[in-house]
């Protein structure tokens, strides 16, 4: 397998889960986006969002994104916000299949619990503010997405489905 496996989707979709999975079933390597951002900049993500802000971020998301979509047959999952730039979208399609977990906002709230560590839910209101992001970021994802799935069945019934559309 040459091309890369994409996965994009709101966090708490559970790309990392799926694409561990994948990566395990197919042998291939497993990269987690944001992971990748924080071993090479030796630093966690919600310092990064905290001492230079979110654009300082997407930038260096952009860097990791060019460096991981030139790779052949990897398993990517993005941060949440990865596809917001239609420039990482393009990197990532040139070489992959992008594949959209789609989730609703019951689902992400049940999934996060009392998460403390995403930087964008740093809010009086977290259920408010995951429906208010989901909202606005459906219709990217659905853009940027060669293939829907739905991130609320089993995660076997969701690894099959993704490798049965990517070969």
């Not at 969002?49 to 990897?74: D, I, M, P, Q």
């Amino acid at each position: 397998m040459e091309n890369n496996i994409v996965l994009t989707g709101f966090m708490g979709s559970g790309k990392s889960t799926v694409g561990k999975a994948i990566a395990d079933r197919l042998g291939l390597e497993f990269y987690d986006l944001d992971l990748y951002i924080e071993q090479s900049q030796n630093i966690k993500i919600s310092e990064i969002f905290k001492n230079f802000g979110e654009e300082h971020f997407r930038n260096l998301e952009t860097l990791a994104v060019a460096e991981l979509s030139g790779k052949g047959g990897v398993v990517i999952s993005c941060g949440g916000g990865t596809v917001l730039r239609k420039e990482n979208v393009k990197m990532l399609k040139a070489n992959g299949k992008i594949f959209y977990l789609e989730v609703d906002a019951e689902t992400v709230i049940k999934r996060l619990g009392n998460d403390s560590s995403r930087p964008l839910l740093q809010k009086e209101n977290k259920c408010e503010e995951i429906t208010r992001l989901l909202n606005i970021r459906k219709p990217i994802y659905e853009v940027a997405s060669d293939y829907k799935i739905d991130a609320a069945c089993d995660i076997k019934n969701i690894v099959d489905k993704i490798i049965e559309l990517s070969f």
